[in-house]
């Protein structure tokens, strides 16, 4: 039989297999070139730097050596990105420090007549100004800032002292007449006020309602009196108000006021100019003398220096004054020391001695002498208040002010 015989070929004896590729190093493909000398390297280059990146990052299924080819890649790429970042790249930087940025809000160009108009306002002021120098006149510029118009403006606020206003009432036909009178007289004060009203035995709706529909500050007060040893009811409801200051310490000027009197609103101003105790005259209506009796101080402008008084037996009193013909500080009742006062005993009026003699029993213990006293207003020449005795007999008090009774139309509609 015949053998066949596969014989290898010398033509390639140094051919050598890398990784799945081949290199050919054969004399015979290697052709000589005449402008070898004049060749680039670059393809040379290129083509070493491909089979290094062909070694590097061709995936091969071998386990040996696996952590040596990712541990080059690693290093390989933290290569890389160092070389980029250290890339300069200052040029951008200054390039944009160089151009300066502007905020300024520049307005729009204004159209052609209203830039006449203001070139037009602009030259006659020039020539107003030029006039005022040269006929020598003065004029003060117009500012029509608010800020300075605020600042050149002064207000000298003083607080106003409080008036307490002490009023007793009680069970009568013209009580809710004189209430709401006071009560609307008072509401016309400048603030602040207290009125404190003062009800015998137990506080009525018909007063509540009305002191409410007022719109003062107010105070409704009960005096516990017994009525079966009660001289002179007025008297212990003013002690209860008196009671009420000195326990809560108000601080204002002390004012009783009878709801029966006429007032007018000077004299409510005049009370805040009281520093200690204020006095002024009273005119009295007397219904069975038709006549009206003067009853108060005689001033030379502030100063007392005497007393104007017509009923004879009420001359032996030491001050002649009606009880809504003064006030006081409340800080008398309560703070002793300020006013250097010889006994701490409350003051209070007195129900034991005569009547008519209330007021002036009551004012020793306020002041020593008429030194210490104001006369209000200065001179004591204007009468301030009236004292009224209007009384209403055989009339049956309405209950809750309301009338049940002969509401029958006399003439009826027709």
């Not at 070493?48 to 080819?69: I, M, N, S």
Request: glycine share 6%.
């Amino acid at each position: 039989m015949a053998s066949f015989r596969r014989t290898l070929s010398p033509a390639y004896p140094d051919r050598q297999y890398l990784n799945g590729s081949f290199s050919v190093s054969s004399p015979s493909h290697k052709l000589p070139s005449s402008n070898a000398k004049y060749s680039s390297p670059l393809p040379e280059i290129a083509a070493a730097f491909r089979r290094l990146a062909g070694g590097v990052f061709t995936r091969r299924h071998g386990r040996k050596g696996q952590w040596r080819r990712v541990a080059f890649r690693c290093v390989l790429c933290f290569f890389v990105g160092f070389l980029l970042g250290m890339f300069p790249f200052g040029h951008v930087s200054e390039d944009v420090r160089s151009h300066e940025i502007s905020f300024e809000m520049k307005p729009p160009p204004l159209p052609r007549a209203a830039a006449n108009n203001a070139q037009q306002l602009l030259r006659e002021e020039r020539v107003l100004r030029n006039r005022v120098e040269r006929e020598g006149f003065v004029v003060d510029p117009v500012s029509l800032s608010a800020e300075r118009e605020w600042q050149s403006e002064r207000f000298d606020f003083a607080p106003k002292k409080p008036l307490i206003v002490v009023t007793p009432t009680y069970e009568r036909t013209f009580q809710a007449y004189f209430l709401n009178r006071l009560g609307q007289v008072l509401r016309l004060v400048p603030p602040p006020v207290v009125w404190i009203v003062v009800e015998m035995k137990a506080a009525s709706m018909e007063t509540a309602e009305v002191l409410r529909k007022t719109g003062v500050m107010y105070r409704h007060l009960v005096c516990n009196k017994n009525l079966t040893d009660v001289k002179d009811r007025g008297v212990h409801q003013r002690n209860t108000a008196l009671e009420h200051i000195e326990h809560h310490r108000l601080d204002g000027i002390v004012y009783f006021a009878d709801d029966d009197n006429v007032y007018s609103l000077e004299l409510f101003d005049a009370l805040r100019d009281i520093s200690r105790f204020g006095t002024w005259p009273v005119a009295m209506l007397v219904p069975s003398k038709n006549k009206a009796i003067l009853e108060g101080p005689v001033c030379n402008a502030s100063q007392v220096i005497g007393w104007h008084t017509n009923e004879k037996s009420k001359r032996l009193r030491r001050f002649h004054v009606d009880m809504s013909g003064f006030a006081f500080n409340s800080t008398i009742l309560w703070d002793p020391k300020r006013w250097q006062r010889p006994s701490s005993n409350p003051i209070r009026q007195l129900d034991t001695v005569k009547e008519g003699f209330q007021e002036t029993t009551f004012i020793e213990q306020l002041v020593e002498d008429e030194s210490q006293m104001e006369g209000s207003p200065p001179g004591c020449s204007k009468i301030l208040n009236w004292h009224l005795h209007l009384t209403a007999h055989n009339i049956v008090y309405p209950k809750g002010w309301v009338l049940q009774k002969n509401l029958d139309a006399v003439i009826p509609v027709k």
